[in-house]
């Protein structure tokens, strides 16, 4: 199975500043038949399922605001929430769909300063 | 809108078993693969099973291969988990959720149940 990896395990950002979160694979995920990485990043609230936000490394879901952004490619991906929100406070996820065997990162517990 | 509600669930002691349901609705449920994840309290997400739309594969995580089978109703928009042989590590919330593509697989998911939490003790 791809083991996903994230860092930190947790972070405390102060209000209107930038969190960044990152997610390693112990394998590519990028199809080189398309070019395409097949990594999605979810938001989970207390007590609430995981939302989705970014799919394909990079493309944000409908809804989901302009501040959160992902990058990356390969083994190495990144999500950025610039200008940190109150709403924000949640465990995010990166997961990969590379292999049929999906598999989920630890979670990052994202809190405010 | 698109909504996956879930029933089942429960305390149940360990060697028993458990049926868990997950009905769709505002969407053509018989288009889309669906999959059961779950979580683990204070865990992280695990992804245990996977049928295709018109449930004719079915693929299994080892962790429940052979106790766990995954069936669904395109008639009454529904599908189902039956948990069987549980033990303590099978303690979870459990999650369907459906992939909005079109693929021979599933990719990620747009939409999840509200979550059931199965707890298997004596």
């Known amino acids: 199975d791809i083991v996903m990896t994230q860092s930190p395990d947790s972070l405390a950002v102060s209000l209107g500043e930038r969190a960044t979160i990152n997610c390693k694979s112990s394998q590519s995920v990028l199809y080189s038949s398309n070019n395409k990485n097949y990594l999605a990043w979810y938001q989970q609230k207390a007590g609430q399922p995981p939302r989705l936000l970014i799919s394909w490394a990079s493309i944000r879901e409908s809804g989901v605001p302009d501040r959160f952004s992902g990058s990356g490619s390969g083994t190495d991906f990144t999500l950025t929430i610039t200008s940190l929100q109150a709403e924000d406070v949640a465990v995010y996820y990166c997961?990969?769909?590379?292999?049929?065997?999906?598999?989920f990162g630890g979670g990052t517990k994202l809190e405010i300063k | 809108h698109v909504q996956l509600v879930q029933s089942g669930g429960g305390l149940v002691n360990p060697g028993g078993s458990l049926r868990l349901s997950c009905a769709a609705s505002?969407?053509?449920?018989?288009?889309?693969?669906m999959t059961w994840i779950r979580q683990a309290p204070g865990k992280g997400l695990e992804w245990i099973s996977y049928?295709?739309?018109?449930?004719?594969?079915?693929v299994y995580a080892e962790s429940v291969k052979g106790r766990f089978t995954v069936s669904r109703d395109n008639v009454r928009n529904s599908v189902h988990l039956q948990m069987n042989s549980l033990r303590g590590d099978d303690s979870a919330v459990y999650y369907c959720?459906?992939?909005?593509?079109?693929?021979?697989?599933?990719?990620?998911?747009?939409?999840w149940g509200q979550g059931t939490l199965v707890t298997v003790s004596s």
């Open positions: 505002a969407f053509t449920f018989s288009d889309y693969y």
């Open positions: 959720a459906r992939d909005p593509n079109f693929e021979l697989r599933p990719y990620y998911f747009d939409y």
């Open positions: 049928i295709s739309s018109d449930g004719s594969t079915i």
């Open positions: 997961q990969q769909y590379y292999s049929t065997f999906l598999t």
